[in-house]
Structures are given as structure tokens and as C-alpha cells.
């Protein structure tokens, strides 16, 4: 059987069906019909805020013929002038018109890592030139980064559900119905949970304790950054502003729009809405316009400066797709190589899962989502795994952790108090906290990225019923935190601290289905946390020890792990799989893992000159015997693909300002409910992270094929072929493919320096057809939308394509529906549904 279904979204008041179709943005875009003016929103007062979301969008672009230079270490500005020159000389080519673009900033009279070069009409050959000079590390595209601010209201249209909202409102209420809007504002003192008066030398109450403990002055002798849009000279909520440093083309170091002071005030505010440590020193980075743009050399030069000033804490309300952003993420690492503990704000891509934000999801930085003052995980806050890893693996862990971003009190533009709501806002009350920490410690030495974030994961408040790619490692208890920062020894750690394949719904999804003999290895990606130094490494291999009285022998357990910790953090992939032993058995089967971590010692009088940590990772597993073919479903993520490094554009063509399909597509993330669908009706979903001939297609009922991005050799598809001739059901989800509305969205890829248009369109329609074409079957390069009935349902068909050709005894069921773009991008059809006896084919119904 082949199921073809051209779609990757559907509304619809059917229960079942967004399990198939939800593919959508869920909450993360606003319509700007909802998007009040910022300019006014900053004096509005907290009552009148208190029910915005402050939604961060990020998008960049390529500056065209400028490019950042980047070099192997420090050097004078008369140095890299010489590099460059040197290496232009001997590319040949007296005709390539370039220069040095002036950086004035504070960072300007000190040495640097990197250059800004204007290069006009640049040939790859003279790039390439560049980078073979031996003090050049790497060339790639100056960047340039928009942001744009935008506070939603909550809850003025959302319906009971997607069908019955206004269109308008269907992409910022989808996503889940059931969460109350609280009324009137909220204060940090709202819940008891929280501190609202901690911030004095004094003896505090949290959380409605008995116990109090003796704080020392609140963040003093700490050293703070802020990197964003500024802060007035004369605010009255500060007493302890050490430096207020401009980083952009703007001549004023002031905050024009109020997100800068917003977040300065949570961290250090002294009075009315007050912050954490206002005994910290303050240091304001300006590296937003009022416009709310910037550029990657700001962000370099300003990140430069911080290490120079010897910054402690250093808070990063931002963040973006692109992991692979390579000057950006290196100069990250170099930060917190240098001991720069930073925070950063997951996302506001929530509730789709697979949309957490670069740096925040970054090993070596402390990643933050949000929740309300009930506990609940913010609607907004992005959710984990990682997809740098897909479709290889699973993805790590990330939030790290969660705290108040709801209804937050911060400092005004100018005065007075206002409430807003984003992880921009639980990244401050973290990095508030991790300053208000640093100062209590009696031995500061002890202070590094790698101890805080240890001991805020092990403080951490475990919520009840929520997964760990939501919440991490739970809320934010900053006495447990304080207990444990004042008695830390160096030592490793790992995130998650043990694999547990049963405990539901923390481990979701991995402990949603059990696994089985011949099934593909469950892979859990944990985290290694090495608080003895900024670098270490794995001593022999990692031992797996099974526990034979509690079956542990039932299980194969494969280990790859970082051959080098840095900074301060590595990873361990562990593979586990069923023995054959235990093919027709059910039951229980436990052991752990043995890691032991050795860094170089600061102090030599350490026995051999390093330090060593040993920790063990318990494993426990649910086995049962292997399902019947018939209940095994195989996900194809190998031919998914997402950006970067490649440019693969969103299947909603209506967000033109956001381009970039960068959440991917997975069965644990945009697809976890078909995912929980599936597993409703006793179904077991395995993950194919490789090609299709390396699959046994005879353990498996049915292949899943969604959006797929990716080409198919000519080997899968003889096998695939096959394949279904011996029984495999097929199941191809399609979406659209229009070369017109390529060349509209084409986009510049930052590894060939081109502006090229996408490698596909939503799916590789022209891919999917040769691998279907042997069936008489293909799918269209038409693109439709519109409402329409089936079977008494009320449907939403947003956009995609249509079944082009099918055998001759199908029967068609057809919707008239209308051209998406007209008089633009598309093409007039007829959008059908197509049944048959030998085949079961649904309307291409693709993603809003």
C-alpha cells in the first residue's frame, strides 16, 4: 500500500487529524494585526502589560561584498592590514578593488582577532586565496541581525481551537487551547515561589521558608554585561553602572526602545521593581540600533572587549537558527573559555518542539526558558532536542533550566516599573541569580561556567508532568543553589545524570515506547559538565557495566563520546539496543556507564598534574518482545534536511520575512503528536537515520516519508522498490515544489558565498516522483489553499500542492480550492483526494 498525502498542515475540528497534518508554527509568529506600537508599550503601565508576550524575532541577511577575516590569534591593526594585503597580492589579481572597513568602538585600541574587509565582486578564487594565508583561520559573509520586538496580547482571539479562531489568528493561537490567561498584573511577589526583596545585605525569606540564609552584598565585587540596546545615563534605578560602552552606528549610548533597560533592571535594579544584585558592576553593551539591527563584527568587537574587562556574567537576551554561524559560536567559546559565565534566552519559537536558539542551546551556555507563576512551561518558550545532531542521533538536552518569564518586573524606559514576558526575560532573572551566586561564594576560584551550571541543574526544582526537553532540569532554587556552590569540590557531571527509559513523562520520548530485539538503537546524547577546568579529557574508553541479577546483560550498550572536553563540556552518545537473547522477553533490564574525566590541575602540586572525577550514568530499560511487522512504522530522517548549512525554505509561504525552514522536520518534534498518535493506537516508531538500503524492510509495516528535502540513490530506490512489492506500505507526505516561487525566496549560502535559490521547495517533489513514477503516480507543482468539508468535518487546507497523475482505478474526491498566490507565484487548480482499493491516497494538505 502507498499513501500519498501532498500536505504538512491541516486545521481542522477533527481530533485526530492535526496528529497528521500539525507541522505549523504553532505560536511562534504573530500577526502584526496584534502587534501594538513599542514606542507606546514603554510607558504603559505594569497593570496594562501585564498580558504581553514580548516576542523576539530574529532574522539576518548577507552584507553583500563585506566579509569578516578571521585570524589566528590577536594582532595589531597595522598587522592584519599587512596579512590581507599579502594575501590579496597573491591571489594575481591587480584589478580586485577592496578595503579595510573602520571599526570605531572601544574595542579599536586594542589588538583583535578579525578584520571587516569590503571586497567588490569577490571570486571565490580571491576568498580561498585568503584563507591559505597561514594567519588566517577563516573568511565567511558579514552578517547582519534584525530584531524585531513585538508584544502580543494574550488570549484576545484565540478560539477553543485553530478552525475556530479568526485567519488572522490561526498561526499565533495554534498550539495548546487548554492554558488559562491569568488577569490583572503580575509581579515577581505574585507567587511565592519567588524573591521580590532578596536584594540587601541583610538575612532574606525565599520561597515562604523557614530557613533563611545570610547573603553577602548582593552581586558585589561581580562584573556583569548586558548586550543590548542600552541604558539612559541618568536612570534612577541604577547605583553602580561601571561602563556604558556603543557598539553600533548610532551615536548615543542610550536605550531608544527599552528592552536594554528592561533586562538591566531585573539583573541590578536598586529600587521600586528591584533586581537581583544591584551591588554588581554593570557593563552596558550597546550592540542594538533603535532600529533593532546589528551586525556580527559589533557583536565580535563588543564580545572581545568583555573578555579584555574580564567580564564575570554576561547576559544574552537573543539568539537565532544558525548554529553554524561560525565567527559568532567561536568567539562564544572563547568567552566562556575565559571564564565568562553566559546566559542565554532559549527561544520564543514555543510551543513547536526542535526550535531552540543558538548560543542558548550551546554546551558551554547556560540556556533559559520560561514558565508562568503556576509552574506551567510559558506557551512561548522553545523546546528541545537539539537538532544539530539529526538525522543522525537525538539531540541533547536543552533548556538547561527554567524560571519566571511571565509577567516579570523590570525598570521602564525612564522610570517606574513594567511587566513584560519572553525567555529575554527569564535570561536576565537567571543571570540575576547566577550574579547574585557568584558573590555569596567564599572561594570565587571555584566560580566557572562549568560549576554554576552544575550546580543550578542539581538545585534545580523538578515540575511534575513536564518533559525534560521543555523544562530541562527543572526551576531555577537558588537556596539549594547557594547550598551547593558554598560546598562544591571540582568535579565532572552529566546532563541528564542517568537514563531512565521508563520513568514517564520526564524521559518522553524515550520512555513513551518500550524497545525490543532488531529494533533501531535508542541514542540518548548527554552532556559531560567539567567544572575542574576549561579543558579535560575521557580517560581510557567509558565502561558499561551491566547489572546481571537485574538483566542488564539483555542490552548492548554503545558508547562515542568527545575525545577532548572544551570549553568546559563534551558529549557522550549512548546506543542502546536489545540482545537477541532477549528477542520473545519482557521485563526490566538495568546497569551504568563509567566515565572518569581527567583535567589539568591549576595547581601542580596535584599528584601527575591533573585532577580526575569519575561519575557513573545509571541506564534502566524497558524490554518487550519483538512486535509484528504489521505494528512497526520506520521515520525516514535521513532524507530530512533543515538549515544550515543548506537553505531549504518554510513550507508556510506566507512568512516571508522568515524564510528559513530551520526547524527541520522530526517525529519528536514538529511531529511529536502524529508521533503520540501513532503510539495511541499501539503502534512502535522507530527512526531510520540512514540510507534506505541499510534497513531490513521486512521487519517493518509501513515507511514514513515526510517532507523530505533530500535526493534518493538509485540503489534506494531499487530497493524501495522491492521492498513494497514483498508488503512494506509506504507513506509519502508531500508538500510543494514551484521553481517561480523558488527563484521569489532564493537566499544566500554563507559555504558557497552565492546567492542560490532552495535546494528544494517545502519537499523535493521532483525527487519523490522518480521514486513513485514506476506506479503511475506524481505529484503536481501547483500550490492551493482554502476551506473546505470532509466527512462532515470543517477543514484548512493553507498551502501545497496536488496529485498530478494516479492509476486509472482510483477514485477521486475533488475540492475546489483557490490559487495561494494569485497573480504572483501560482498557478489556478483544483486541490484533490484521492481513494482507491489498492491504494489509499489524501489531498496534498500542507503546512500553514
Not at 477533527?14 to 510607558?43: C, I, Q, R, Y
Not at 536612570?235 to 531608544?256: A, I, M, S, Y
Not at 570565587?444 to 554554576?452: I, Y
Request: aromatic letters at 10%.
Amino acid at each position: 500500500m502507498i499513501t500519498l498525502l501532498c500536505t504538512s498542515c491541516l486545521y481542522t475540528n477533527w481530533g485526530f487529524l492535526p496528529v497528521v497534518g500539525m507541522e505549523g508554527e504553532g505560536g511562534a509568529k504573530s500577526s502584526s494585526d496584534h502587534t501594538p506600537n513599542v514606542e507606546a508599550l514603554s510607558s504603559l503601565s505594569v497593570t496594562n502589560c501585564s498580558q504581553l508576550t514580548l516576542k523576539l524575532e530574529f532574522s539576518t541577511k548577507v552584507v553583500e561584498h563585506e566579509y569578516i577575516v578571521g585570524f589566528t590569534g590577536y594582532f595589531s591593526a597595522k598587522a592584519r592590514s599587512l596579512y590581507i594585503s599579502s594575501a590579496l597580492r597573491s591571489a594575481g589579481d591587480g584589478t580586485l578593488e577592496w578595503h579595510i572597513v573602520p571599526r570605531e568602538n572601544p574595542a579599536s585600541d586594542f589588538p583583535s582577532d578579525f578584520e571587516l574587509v569590503h571586497i567588490r565582486q569577490a571570486s571565490p578564487s580571491s576568498l580561498l586565496t585568503l584563507e591559505d594565508h597561514p594567519y588566517i583561520k577563516r573568511v565567511t559573509p558579514q552578517r547582519k541581525v534584525f530584531r524585531s520586538l513585538k508584544y502580543i496580547p494574550s488570549g484576545v482571539c484565540c478560539g477553543p481551537s485553530p478552525a475556530t479562531s479568526p485567519r488572522s489568528c490561526r498561526q499565533m493561537c495554534s498550539g495548546r487551547w487548554d492554558t488559562p490567561v491569568r488577569k490583572g498584573p503580575l509581579t515577581l511577589s505574585f507567587s511565592t515561589h519567588l524573591l521580590q526583596n532578596i536584594l540587601k545585605c541583610r538575612s532574606v525569606k525565599l520561597l515562604n521558608k523557614i530557613t533563611s540564609i545570610s547573603l553577602a552584598c548582593a552581586g558585589s565585587g561581580v562584573k556583569v554585561a548586558v548586550f543590548d540596546t542600552g541604558l539612559s545615563e541618568k536612570h534612577p534605578h541604577f547605583k553602580n553602572v561601571k561602563e556604558r560602552t556603543n557598539w553600533t552606528n548610532e551615536k548615543t549610548l542610550d536605550d531608544g526602545l527599552g528592552h536594554g533597560t528592561f533586562v538591566a533592571g531585573v539583573i541590578a535594579s536598586m529600587r521600586e521593581c528591584q533586581g537581583f544584585a544591584p551591588d554588581s558592576e554593570l557593563h552596558i553593551f550597546r550592540v542594538f540600533t533603535n532600529n533593532q539591527v546589528s551586525y556580527t563584527s559589533w557583536f565580535l568587537d563588543a564580545f572581545n572587549y568583555a573578555i579584555l574587562k574580564k567580564i564575570d556574567v554576561l547576559n544574552l537576551s537573543i539568539g537565532g537558527p544558525d548554529f553554524m554561524d561560525h565567527p559568532f559560536v567561536d568567539k562564544v567559546w572563547e568567552l566562556t573559555a575565559n571564564r565568562v559565565i553566559m546566559v542565554s534566552a532559549i527561544g520564543n519559537d514555543g510551543p513547536l518542539y526542535g526550535t531552540l536558539n543558538n548560543p542558548a542551546d550551546q554546551m558551554d551556555v547556560i540556556g533559559v526558558g520560561g514558565i508562568d507563576f503556576e509552574d506551567n512551561i510559558a506557551r512561548f518558550s522553545s523546546r528541545g532536542m537539539t537538532t544539530w545532531e539529526l538525522p543522525g542521533g537525538y539531540g541533547r538536552v536543552k533548556p538547561d533550566i527554567v524560571t519566571y518569564g511571565s509577567g516579570v518586573r523590570g525598570s521602564g524606559m525612564k522610570e517606574g516599573c513594567r511587566s513584560l514576558s519572553g525567555t529575554s526575560v527569564a535570561s536576565p532573572v537567571v543571570a540575576g541569580a547566577v550574579t547574585l551566586l557568584a558573590s555569596t561564594v567564599l572561594n570565587r576560584e571555584l566560580v566557572n561556567p562549568a560549576s554554576m551550571k552544575q550546580a543550578l541543574i542539581a538545585s534545580a526544582r523538578r515540575l511534575p508532568g513536564v518533559n525534560m526537553f521543555e523544562q530541562g532540569h527543572g526551576k531555577l532554587d537558588l537556596i539549594r543553589a547557594y547550598q551547593i556552590l558554598n560546598s562544591y569540590r571540582p568535579q565532572a557531571s552529566l546532563s541528564p545524570s542517568y537514563i531512565d527509559l521508563t520513568e514517564c513523562p520526564y524521559m518522553w520520548p524515550y520512555c513513551s515506547q518500550p524497545i525490543y530485539y532488531g529494533g533501531m538503537p535508542t541514542i540518548v546524547n548527554v552532556t559531560i559538565l567539567n567544572g575542574m577546568g576549561v579543558t579535560g579529557r575521557i580517560v581510557d574508553k567509558p565502561i558499561w557495566q551491566p547489572y546481571l541479577p537485574q538483566n542488564g546483560d539483555h542490552i548492548d550498550v554503545a558508547i562515542s563520546y568527545s575525545p577532548v572536553l572544551w570549553p568546559w563540556a563534551g558529549y557522550l552518545a549512548v546506543s542502546i539496543s536489545v540482545a537477541k537473547k532477549a528477542a520473545s522477553w519482557e521485563g526490566i533490564a538495568q546497569g551504568h556507564v563509567m566515565v572518569t574525566v581527567a583535567s589539568p590541575a591549576e595547581n601542580d602540586s596535584e599528584v601527575g598534574g591533573e585532577l580526575t572525577s569519575t561519575v557513573k550514568l545509571p541506564i534502566k530499560v524497558k524490554i518487550v518482545p519483538t512486535p509484528p511487522r504489521s505494528k512497526r512504522v520506520l521515520w525516514d530522517q535521513y532524507h530530512n534536511l533543515r538549515y544550515p548549512p543548506g537553505y531549504f525554505p518554510r513550507d508556510n509561504l506566507r512568512m516571508k520575512n522568515d524564510p528559513l525552514d530551520w526547524n527541520g522536520d522530526h517525529i519528536h518534534t514538529n511531529f511529536r503528536d502524529m508521533y503520540q498518535h501513532l503510539r495511541s493506537m499501539g503502534y512502535f516508531v522507530e527512526v531510520l537515520g540512514a540510507p534506505i538500503t541499510c534497513f531490513d524492510a521486512s521487519q517493518y509495516g509501513t515507511l514514513l516519508m515526510v517532507d523530505s528535502e533530500e535526493e534518493y540513490f538509485p540503489e534506494e530506490i531499487t530497493k524501495l522498490r522491492r521492498d513494497i512489492d514483498n508488503g512494506l506500505s509506504l507513506i509519502i507526505f508531500s508538500d510543494w515544489y514551484n521553481t517561480s516561487v523558488m527563484r521569489k525566496v532564493k537566499f544566500y549560502d554563507e559555504n558557497t558565498r552565492q546567492w542560490w535559490m532552495p535546494d528544494t521547495g517545502g519537499a523535493n517533489i521532483p525527487a519523490l516522483n522518480d521514486l513513485i513514477s514506476v506506479w503511475g503516480m506524481a505529484f503536481s507543482d501547483g500550490l492551493y489553499e482554502g476551506d473546505f468539508t470532509l466527512a462532515d468535518h470543517d477543514m484548512y487546507y493553507a498551502s501545497g500542492c496536488s496529485i498530478a497523475r494516479f492509476p486509472e482505478d482510483g477514485i477521486v474526491i475533488a475540492k475546489n480550492l483557490k490559487d495561494q498566490g494569485a497573480g504572483a507565484w501560482f498557478n489556478v487548480g483544483q486541490q484533490p483526494c484521492w481513494l482507491t482499493g489498492n491504494f489509499l491516497i489524501c489531498v496534498s494538505l500542507v503546512q500553514i
